[in-house]
């Protein structure tokens, strides 16, 4: 089930809407708790039933382990015992996840190296493993660094399994959920906050259903392991624009439907896309595109390896920076090699497969290549921006993103090298072929001027969602990570500012009319499979 099926929109949602706002509007809060976190079992459970038993035991399992890490002292007599704890409860859902995801690419690689078949069938792979995994992982961290404070089962347990982003996220912390969950404020109608959640699942589901999988088509046959190998240039180049414009519009509607569908209940979910192709370097890329991802790997592992390499430099006497600048040594072991640790592991995150951790280390060595143009260049700041800076930069930023695609798309690194190598011309420019494909090419390029024109739906709804949810936010106790901070209003066009309006209400009504009259064949979301 996925949310732009008749299932969903026309079965599921209305009833489980109905029985939580119900059951709240009684004072049952329990009972609502209860029936939202059955109703997140039962939309995990559509796929394959049986890992239900799975999100159930990583659920009890890491309650326990993180009860126990909150109600611990951290006093000196027991810290090692709590950090063991710690380590132990990381480790456990570390190896679920390499069990189910890497298990079957690591044996490949082993038969590989050693021409040993070491066969231990396939290993199916739960919808949304990495997410799920990576959740937990963050809040046993928290819970043994001291920021939980309180948790019932039923909280937790809610908190890990709401349906909005238990598939495709966003990575959500405990302060940012639970918070919300204990308030009065959650599982209930709110008449200011109910249109702009329809809003953003409407918007949401327009890209995914009419933009997003009206391009899937075109983007999958140029990925093939057998077109890849004999593209020409141009082909190769609309296939992986093709496929970037699909993952971004696929991407960016999930993350708006999500957001409106925990604003359904209450709940104010994190931004975790925010009109990433418009970004003027790489690392404004990466603080953009899947953005609770990238603060995970900045907290948990960049920040960590960063850190310590930092104090064996200090330690070792050496200076860090000189007015800013960091010398050529200290910038290959304080910077460069926790970017690319932490890329490869991003890129690793995504699939198990070479293709994955070539696509994480390229972008690595992107955000290498951006730190030390400002570090060297610039004396550590980003460089002043102007028109025409902003303009090149922007352009850089994007060919550069489109160059990896390959790697994220294909389904082997030969494959993706096949790509690749056509779209250098090494078989032939085929410019011939633009002619008789001018239909579709105009598409493209309607589709391509929209995402770096228009403005995305967190700013055309920022004035009203910011005082509509002001309640939820602060009960979220996490300031401006619920409202993405760099967002802010359209201003370049005022008449795309959303508002109460019979215009809007009329606007946002034929376009979810005309988004179930196209969803008859949807296609899954493309970040399901991690």
């Known amino acids: 089930m996925i949310f732009t099926s008749y299932e969903f929109v026309l079965v599921f949602l209305p009833i489980v809407v109905l029985v939580v706002y119900g059951a709240s509007a009684l004072g049952q809060r329990v009972l609502a708790k209860l029936l939202l976190f ?26 326990l382990v993180g009860s126990w890490l909150i109600h611990t002292r951290a006093d000196e007599a027991v810290a090692r015992k709590r950090f063991a704890v710690a380590v132990f409860g990381v480790a456990a859902n570390v190896g679920v ?13 082993a038969s590989d190296v050693t021409g040993i078949d070491f066969a231990i069938g396939q290993i199916l792979l739960p919808l949304g493993m990495s997410f799920i995994i990576f959740q937990k992982i963050a809040f046993l961290v928290d819970a043994y660094g001291g920021q939980v404070q309180r948790l019932s089962l039923l909280d937790y347990a ?3 399994s709401f349906f909005p982003q238990l598939i495709a996220g966003p990575i959500v912390h405990h302060r940012e959920i639970i918070p919300q969950l204990q308030s009065d404020t959650s599982l209930r109608y709110l008449r200011r906050v109910v249109p702009i959640a329809i809003t953003f699942f409407v918007i949401g589901a327009f890209k995914k259903a009419i933009i997003a999988d009206q391009l899937a088509p075109r983007a999958a046959g140029v990925f093939s392991t057998e077109m890849g190998s004999h593209l020409d240039a141009f082909s190769a180049w609309i296939g992986t ?52 991802l990238t603060r995970f790997l900045t907290a948990y592992i960049y920040s960590p390896l960063a850190l310590r390499a930092t104090r064996r430099w200090m330690g070792a006497g050496k200076k860090v920076a000189t007015r800013g600048v960091m010398s050529g040594g200290a910038f290959v072991r304080l910077l460069m090699t926790p970017t690319l640790i932490t890329m490869a592991i991003a890129g690793l995150w995504h699939g198990a497969g070479w293709q994955f951790v070539a696509f994480g280390v390229l972008h690595g060595v992107y955000l290498v290549i951006n730190h030390a143009w400002r570090n060297f260049r610039h004396g550590g700041k980003p460089p002043p921006p102007t028109p025409g800076r902003l303009a090149i930069s922007r352009t850089i930023t994007f060919v550069a993103f489109v160059i990896s695609i390959p790697f994220f798309r294909a389904d082997s690194l030969t494959t993706a090298w096949h790509v690749l190598t056509s ?22 390029g309607l589709v391509l001027v929209a995402s770096q024109i228009l403005p995305n739906t967190q700013e055309i709804l920022h004035d009203r969602l910011e005082a509509a949810t002001a309640p ?59």
């Open 38 to 63: 059955a109703a997140s079992l039962a939309f995990y459970a559509w796929w394959n039933p049986q890992y239900v038993v799975l999100l159930l035991a990583l659920t009890c399992f890491n309650y």
């Open 97 to 109: 996840l390499v069990y189910y995801k890497y298990a079957n690419f690591f044996v490949q690689v």
């Open 158 to 160: 809610l908190f890990v």
């Open 241 to 292: 624009l093709t496929f970037t414009l699909q993952v971004y519009f696929d991407f960016s509607g999930y993350s708006d439907m999500a957001i409106g569908l925990g604003l359904l209940f209450g709940i104010r979910l994190p931004f975790n896309f925010n009109s990433p192709l418009k970004a003027a370097n790489m690392l404004d890329l990466w603080s953009r595109w899947h953005m609770s």
């Open 423 to 444: 779209m250098a011309g090494a078989h032939g420019l085929g410019l011939h072929a633009a002619v008789g494909d001018g239909k579709f090419l105009s598409l493209l």
């Open 472 to 530: 939820l936010e602060k009960h979220a106790g996490a300031g401006k990570t619920l409202g993405g901070g760099a967002v802010g209003p359209a201003w370049s066009w005022p008449h795309l500012v959303w508002k109460p309006s019979v215009v809007w209400a009329l606007a946002v009504g034929a376009v979810a009319w005309y988004v179930v009259l196209n969803m008859a064949a949807p296609s899954e979301f493309l970040y399901f499979q991690f």
